[in-house]
T-cell receptor, first 114, second 114 residues
Framework: ETGVTQTPRHLVMGMTNKKSLKCEQH?????MYWYKQSAKKPLELMFV???????ENNSVPSRFSPECPNSSHLFLHLHTLQPEDSALYLC?????????????FGPGTRLTVL | LAKTTQPISMDSYEGQEVNITCSHNNIATNDYITWYQQFPSQGPRFIIQ???TKVTNEVASLFIPADRKSSTLSLPRVSLSDTAVYYC???????????????FGTGTRLTVIP
């Protein structure tokens, strides 16, 4: 049990659908992250939030829209995705943004775009 | 940002000690070195962190030479369940925001053979 939960665990969607991924952390952390991991590729940092404020958007296409209503919840809204967006989407949280702050990851959402 | 270089993959037999070395030639004076482990279809999890010399916990040891331009993660007596990708990260401990210290790289894929 990592203290970071993600729903749904699996999602299949068409290119015209709109869906949302949810992440919740029960660790009292201030920073939350979205990562994308495609097959056989490194983790790609997508977005970073600290105290609900977005501090990083790593050149992510606008079809991915993050939302952080509070320090415990993070959403990733998806619309008009492409098949190449199929990947494992991981949420993480940490006490702060320093490299020394251990990141705790959720189990991920396996997304398939048809 | 201190760039890190690791071997892409390693194989080891069960019961052996495994050493994975990470090169970080341009590490800054106040940078810490952190290692994460990632099993297939899961998020990475923190293993160990250090600044200099040697750090040991219940999972692994981390050896850092005096010049700190490299570090070695040592896994004693590996088992099949240690098959995973191991990431080395280098970054400042405090006070720096943003994604500069959150780069996981390609990691080292360790395969433990029966």
């Amino acid at each position: 049990e990592t203290g970071v939960t993600q729903t749904p665990r699996h999602l299949v969607m068409g290119m015209t659908n709109k869906k949302s991924l949810k992440c919740e952390q029960h660790l009292g952390h201030n920073a939350m992250y979205w990562y994308k991991q495609s097959a056989k590729k490194p983790l790609e940092l997508m977005f970073v939030y600290n105290f609900k404020e977005q501090t990083e958007n790593n050149s992510v296409p606008s079809r991915f829209s993050p939302e952080c209503p509070n320090s415990s919840h993070l959403f990733l809204h998806l619309h008009t995705l492409q098949p190449e967006d199929s990947a494992l989407y991981l949420c993480a949280s940490s006490r702060g943004l320093a490299a020394r702050d251990e990141q705790f990851f959720g189990p991920g959402t396996r997304l398939t775009v048809l | 940002l201190a760039k890190t270089t690791q071997p892409i993959s390693m194989d080891s037999y069960e019961g052996q000690e495994v050493n994975i070395t990470c090169s970080h030639n341009n590490i800054a004076t106040n940078d810490y070195i952190t290692w994460y482990q990632q099993f297939p279809s899961q998020g990475p999890r923190f293993i160990i962190q250090g600044y200099k010399t040697k750090v040991t916990n219940e999972v692994a040891s981390l050896f850092i030479p005096a010049d700190r331009k490299s570090s070695t993660l040592s896994l004693p007596r590996v088992s099949l369940s240690d098959t995973a990708v191991y990431y080395c990260l280098v970054g400042p401990p405090e006070g720096q925001t943003g994604a500069n210290n959150l780069f996981f790289g390609t990691g080292t894929r360790l395969t433990v053979i029966p």
